[in-house]
């Protein structure tokens, strides 16, 4: 009788890996013309025809990756998800969203998800590979558990995580550049006239927080400004915190500064509303911008200078990475460089 060919006999007649194959049969675009003419050649040749089941009993994979996210809410969790989902569909493969809600610390202790738990499921679930968008690792005190469930995580599967690298653990790490994204918006300010200038938002305990504050000072000392004695007021990143920091500002007793640096979109929202509340007007008395942009910041009123962090990029950026992890290659290191969007806050 004569054998029927399988996925794996295609990949080993064109020198390929399984996955490749996988590519080609779904006519995705992480395949080179070269490549895919090789592959083609030898399913013409040997006339197969596969059908979906099979090839994923066969290669052992599930064409599924997990994505663990913080908190689905946050418009920057949101999009880059989106990004993630769509180059996961042009390379064949399927998602599994986990929320874990660590992000967004809710007094209602219940919602959160212990993320060590998500990964025991992960590695049960007999999935392909795992991105990681931020929670503890982003955190300058992060849980003995959670490392240990990292570590396991680790030694099962292909792991990538978009947010903070710990040196002693062997994952691929995609480091967005939270530096240059705030100085290139300072500057700005700065040559606006504004000399005093505070940041507001964020949290003393997440690791961007202070990459970003330390950046702010240091644009500022480098323009001739103190950046020590710059006012500082971390309450965190959704738009209520925005709101509360202009609320505690103005019950400081200092002078107003000229102009506010939110760390986001949506604290800049929460800042604009206070400063409207109390009789303030953007920019007119007030300048306002964000170091990182969120969907449909140029709808607002007034329009928002910010930052562009480019997640559509990135998103396709992190599955690419993820492509070549799963061909037991080694990832390039891509370069995203952020973008000053000029709007009518500032």
Same mark, same amino acid.
């Given at each position: 009788? $004569?054998?029927?060919?399988?996925?794996?006999?295609?990949?080993?007649?064109?020198?390929?890996? !399984?996955?490749?194959?996988?590519?080609?049969?779904?006519?995705? =675009?992480?395949?080179?013309?070269?490549?895919?003419?090789?592959?083609? /050649?030898?399913?013409? #040749?040997?006339?197969?025809?596969?059908?979906?089941?099979?090839?994923?009993?066969?290669?052992?994979?599930?064409?599924?990756?997990?994505? &663990?996210?913080?908190?689905?809410?946050?418009?920057?969790?949101?999009?880059?998800?989106?990004?993630?989902? $769509?180059?996961?569909?042009?390379?064949?493969? /399927?998602?599994?969203?986990?929320?874990?809600?660590?992000?967004?610390?809710?007094?209602?202790?219940?919602?959160? !998800?212990? #993320?060590?738990?998500?990964? =025991?499921?992960?590695?049960?679930?007999?999935?392909?590979?795992?991105?990681?968008?931020?929670?503890?690792?982003?955190?300058?005190?992060?849980?003995?558990?959670?490392?240990?469930?990292?570590?396991?995580?680790?030694?099962?599967?292909?792991? !990538?995580?978009?947010?903070?690298?710990?040196?002693?653990?062997?994952?691929?790490?995609? +480091?967005?550049?939270?530096?240059?994204? &705030? $100085?290139?918006?300072?500057?700005?300010?700065?040559?606006?006239?504004?000399?005093?200038?505070?940041?507001?938002?964020?949290?003393?305990?997440?690791?961007?927080?202070?990459?970003?504050?330390?950046?702010?000072?240091?644009?500022?000392?480098?323009?001739?400004?103190?950046?020590?004695?710059?006012?500082?007021?971390?309450?965190? *990143?959704?738009?209520?915190?925005? *709101?509360?920091?202009?609320? $505690?500002?103005?019950?400081?007793?200092?002078?107003?500064? +000229?102009?506010?640096?939110?760390?986001?979109?949506?604290?800049?929202?929460?800042?604009?509303?206070?400063?409207?509340?109390?009789?303030?007007?953007?920019?007119?008395?007030?300048?306002?911008?964000?170091?990182?942009?969120?969907?449909?910041?140029? *709808?607002? !009123?007034?329009?928002?200078?910010?930052?562009?962090? /480019?997640?559509? &990029?990135?998103?396709?950026?992190?599955?690419? +990475?993820?492509?070549?992890?799963?061909?037991?290659?080694?990832?390039?290191?891509?370069?995203?460089?952020?973008?000053?969007?000029?709007?009518?806050?500032?």
């Amino acid at each position: 009788m $004569k054998k029927t060919l399988t996925i794996k006999d295609i990949a080993e007649l064109a020198n390929v890996s !399984i996955a490749t194959v996988s590519r080609v049969l779904n006519n995705n =675009s992480w395949v080179s013309d070269k490549t895919r003419e090789k592959v083609q /050649k030898v399913i013409d #040749e040997y006339h197969f025809s596969p059908n979906l089941m099979a090839r994923s009993m066969i290669s052992r994979k599930s064409m599924t990756l997990a994505v &663990v996210v913080s908190d689905i809410t946050s418009p920057y969790f949101a999009t880059l998800v989106e990004q993630i989902e $769509k180059a996961c569909q042009q390379a064949g493969y /399927k998602i599994v969203l986990f929320d874990t809600q660590s992000a967004n610390k809710r007094t209602d202790s219940s919602q959160v !998800i212990a #993320e060590d738990q998500i990964f =025991s499921t992960i590695i049960d679930s007999q999935l392909d590979g795992v991105i990681i968008l931020g929670g503890n690792i982003d955190y300058l005190h992060i849980p003995e558990s959670y490392l240990e469930g990292l570590q396991k995580l680790i030694a099962t599967l292909p792991v !990538i995580v978009v947010g903070r690298k710990l040196a002693q653990y062997d994952y691929t790490c995609v +480091q967005r550049d939270q530096v240059e994204c &705030v $100085k290139i918006i300072t500057r700005y300010l700065l040559e606006k006239g504004h000399r005093d200038i505070a940041f507001i938002g964020g949290s003393p305990g997440v690791y961007m927080t202070g990459q970003r504050v330390g950046a702010f000072r240091e644009t500022l000392q480098q323009a001739g400004v103190d950046g020590a004695s710059a006012q500082i007021v971390e309450t965190n *990143f959704y738009t209520r915190h925005g *709101f509360e920091a202009v609320t $505690k500002l103005l019950k400081s007793g200092r002078t107003l500064p +000229q102009a506010l640096l939110a760390i986001n979109d949506r604290v800049a929202i929460g800042a604009i509303r206070a400063l409207k509340d109390n009789g303030l007007n953007v920019p007119e008395d007030i300048a306002v911008a964000s170091c990182e942009c969120f969907p449909d910041s140029e *709808f607002y !009123i007034p329009r928002l200078t910010t930052v562009d962090h /480019k997640n559509n &990029v990135l998103g396709q950026h992190v599955i690419r +990475q993820m492509m070549t992890l799963l061909q037991d290659m080694l990832p390039d290191a891509p370069e995203i460089s952020p973008l000053l969007i000029s709007g009518e806050s500032a």
